[in-house]
DNA sequence: ACGCTCGTGGCAACCGGTTCCCGGGCCGGA
DNA sequence: TCCGGCCCGGGAACCGGTTGCCACGAGCGT
C-alpha cells in the first residue's frame, strides 16, 4: 500500500502516476510534457500514451511553485456590472491572454475593505501586476496605503497599476493610467453652454469620488471659461448607477428646480434621468437638453441617441496589462493620460426659451 | 552565501526568511500564522513582528499544494461584456466569495477553443467548480466533450456546472441550472398574439445556440397554440447583439417585409432594433410593437420602455456555485429551472391596422 | 580495438509551504 | 524525590512539480 494511486479510475493523478504506468521517471515525463528535452520516440510515445489513459494534467500551482507555470494578474474593480468596468475587463483579459497570462478578477463592490483583501491575496499569489481600476476617495489616508501597497508590490517583484486613478506621489513605483475626466466634461459642457444653455444641471456622484470630482471639475471650468456662474443648487450628488439619475431628477423636479440641460456624470445615470424626465412630460432636448458620459453602446439606442463623451475603455484596460507586463524593470514609471472625445447625437439643442 | 534572502530590503519572502529573523524555525512560523497550534506568547510576538518587518505574505500556491490554501471555482463565459453575463458573474463572484472561495472568470469571445483551453487550465488549477455559462451548439460532438470533460473533473473530486445550457445525458457527473427560454419566449409571443397581432418578426440569435433556439421554440409554441401560423420569411438570425437587432430591422425593412411586432431575442437586440425602427420613422408601439428577453437594467429606460421577460441572472449564479459547492459527494445529479416571468412595460400595443 | 562524444534517462535537490512525530523543560501529584 | 503530563518548539517528510548533474550505452573516428 504506497502513496500512489495506481488504479485507473478516480483520484487526482500525479506525475509519479504517470511515469509509474510508463515505465520511466517522473524527470522524464517532465521532461516529454515540457518538449525543450531530448526524449527518445519510443519513450516519448509511451508516455504520452500514459498521459491520455490518465487524463493527465499537471498541477498549475505546482508548476507555478517550481518557476515555471503561466504568470498571473489581477484586475480589481468595483462592480463589473457597470458597462465601462465591463469593457475595460474585456480589454484587460484580451491583452493578458495575449500575452500568455491568466488573469483574475475580483469585484469589490465598492467595498473598500475587500479591496485590500484582494489585493493582499492577489499579492500572495505572487500577481505579476496588479490592476487597480476606478475612482476612489482621494484621502491622505488613501495615498499612504496605496503608497505602501506599491512598495511591497514592488519589492517582490510585481507591479502596481492605477487606472481611471488618480496618481500618487512621484517616486512611489506605480504605473499610472488615467484618461481626463475633466478635459471631457469640459468640452462635453462647453457644447452645452455654446448651444445658449445657462442653467444646467449637473448630476454627479459620490463627491469623494475622484472621477465624479473630475467631471465636475470640468463643467465648473467651462462655465468659468464662458463666463457664466455656475448655481451651486443645481448640483446634486447620488452614485453612478441609473437608479440615481433617475432619483436625483425627480427630487430637482420635486424641488422645482430651473434648468433647461442636465449634464449627468455617466452614461448610466443619464438614462435613468432620461425615464424620469419622460415621465414628467418633459421630452428631450425640445424642453431639456440631456448629456452623459463613458459612451456605452446603449447611448445611441436611447431616445433620443445620447450625446455623451466617449471613453475608449477597452484601450485602456489593454494598455494597463501591455505597459505593467513589457516594462523593463528600471524604467521610470509611466503616467499615461488618454484622450477622449465628445460625440454628438441627438439630446441636445437649444433651449426653447432663453432665460435671463 | 546562502540561498535565504536576508537582506531587509527587495525580493520576496520566504517563510525561512521570517523564521530566521524570528529566531525560530519555519514550522513555528507556519505554526503562529495557521493559529491552530499552542505557541507561547513571547515566540508569538517576535515571529509577528518579524512577518510585519519583512511585509511577510505567504504564498498562496505553495498553501495550496499543501493542503491549506483558499479553494478556487471557475467560471467561463462568452463575453464578459454582455450585460447578463455580467450579472451572472456577479452572482457568482459573490457567492463565491461568501463561501471563502476565489472565482476566477475567464471570457472566450465565443471562441469554442479558447472554451477548452480555459477549462483544462481549470483543471489545472485543481478548481473546485467549473460553471460554464451560455448557449451553444449542441451537437453531438459538443454532448461527448462535455461529458469526458464532466467525467474528468468528476474523478478529479471537481464539478461541471451547466447553466444556461443544455444537460448532457442522464449519469454524466454534472450540475444544470436553467432557465425556461421557452416558456418564457412562448409567454411573451402569446401576449403579443393576444393583443391581435398575426405577423410578428422574430429576430434570433445564431440558430446554432441553444438559448436562441429555445426561444424561437417558444416563439413557434406559442403561434400553434393560438392557432396562427408562423411566416417562416418573419425569421432573422444574427447574434446577440445590440448591431445584429439594428442591421437585421434595416434588413428587414429594406426587403419590405409586413410586420406589425417585433419579438427579439435579447434587449440588446431589442434596443438595436428600437432605433433603427426609429430611424425608418417608425413609431413604438404604435406603428410597429417590440419585445425583448432578459430584463437587462437598461430596458426600461428605452423609449418606450420595454416589454421583456425578466431572468434571474444574479440569482443564477449565485445558485450555480451553492448548489456545486455544498453538494454532497454521493447526492444525486441536481437539474434546476429556474421559472421567468414577462414583465409588461409599453411597447406593446394593438396593431393598428389589422391586417387579414 | 580503444577512447570520445552524444543521446538518453534516473537521482536528488529544490520551490515554499504544512504537519506528523518526537523530545526537552517544567509543573504538579504521589 | 521521582515520575507522568503538558506545553512548546524543532526536524523531517511531504505536497507535485522542475532541473542540474551524472551514469550508462551506442556509434564513430583513428
Redesign the interface.
Known amino acids: 500500500m504506497t502513496r500512489k494511486t495506481t488504479g485507473d ?5 500525479t506525475i509519479r502516476d504517470v511515469a509509474a504506468r510508463a515505465g520511466v521517471s517522473a524527470s522524464t515525463v517532465s521532461r516529454v510534457l515540457g518538449g525543450e528535452y531530448p526524449v527518445s520516440t519510443s519513450t516519448r510515445t509511451r508516455v504520452m500514451r500514459a498521459v491520455r489513459d490518465l ?1 493527465y ?6 508548476k ?2 517550481a518557476g515555471a507555470g ?1 504568470p498571473t494578474l489581477a484586475f480589481v474593480l468595483d ?3 457597470g ?1 465601462s468596468f ?2 475595460m ?2 480589454g484587460v ?2 491583452e493578458a ?1 495575449r500575452l500568455g497570462h ?1 488573469s ?4 469589490t ?1 465598492g467595498d473598500a475593505e ?1 479591496q485590500l483583501e484582494f489585493i ?2 492577489m ?4 500577481a505579476a501586476a496588479v490592476i487597480l481600476v476606478g475612482g476612489t476617495a482621494d484621502t491622505a489616508e488613501y495615498r499612504e496605503r496605496m503608497a505602501r501597497i506599491a512598495d ?1 508590490l514592488a ?3 510585481s507591479r502596481l497599476v492605477l487606472c481611471g486613478r488618480p496618481p500618487l506621489d512621484p517616486g512611489t513605483p506605480v504605473t499610472v493610467i488615467e484618461y481626463d475626466n475633466e478635459s471631457g466634461a469640459y468640452a462635453l459642457c462647453a457644447h452645452l453652454l455654446a448651444q445658449g444653455h445657462r442653467r444646467v444641471l449637473f448630476l454627479g456622484g459620490k463627491p469623494s469620488n475622484t472621477t465624479a470630482q473630475g467631471r465636475e471639475q470640468g463643467y465648473l471650468a467651462a462655465h468659468r471659461a464662458r463666463g457664466v456662474t455656475a448655481d451651486p443648487t443645481l448640483r446634486l450628488f447620488g452614485d453612478f448607477t ?1 437608479d440615481s439619475g433617475h432619483r436625483l431628477i425627480r427630487q430637482a423636479l420635486a424641488q422645482g428646480l430651473d434648468f433647461t440641460a442636465v449634464m449627468a456624470s455617466t452614461d448610466m445615470v443619464a ?2 434621468a ?2 424620469a424626465l ?1 415621465e414628467a412630460g418633459l421630452s428631450v432636448p425640445e424642453d431639456v437638453s440631456l448629456v452623459g458620459y463613458d459612451d456605452i ?2 447611448a ?4 433620443p ?1 445620447l450625446t455623451t463623451v466617449h471613453v475608449p475603455y477597452e484601450d485602456l484596460g489593454r494598455l494597463a496589462v501591455r505597459t505593467a507586463l513589457t516594462r523593463t524593470p528600471d524604467a521610470p514609471d509611466e503616467h499615461l493620460l488618454l484622450g477622449t472625445h465628445v460625440v454628438v447625437r441627438a439630446s441636445v439643442a437649444p433651449p426653447s426659451e432663453t432665460r435671463e
Open positions: 479510475v478516480g483520484g487526482r493523478r487524463d494534467v499537471a498541477d498549475a500551482r505546482a507555478a511553485i503561466t462592480d463589473i456590472t458597462p465591463a469593457h475587463a474585456h483579459e484580451r491572454t491568466l483574475l478578477v475580483c469585484s463592490d475587500r493582499e491575496m499579492r500572495a499569489q505572487r511591497s519589492s517582490a517583484g441609473r438614462s435613468g432620461l425615464t419622460h453602446p446603449f445611441r439606442d436611447l431616445n441617441p
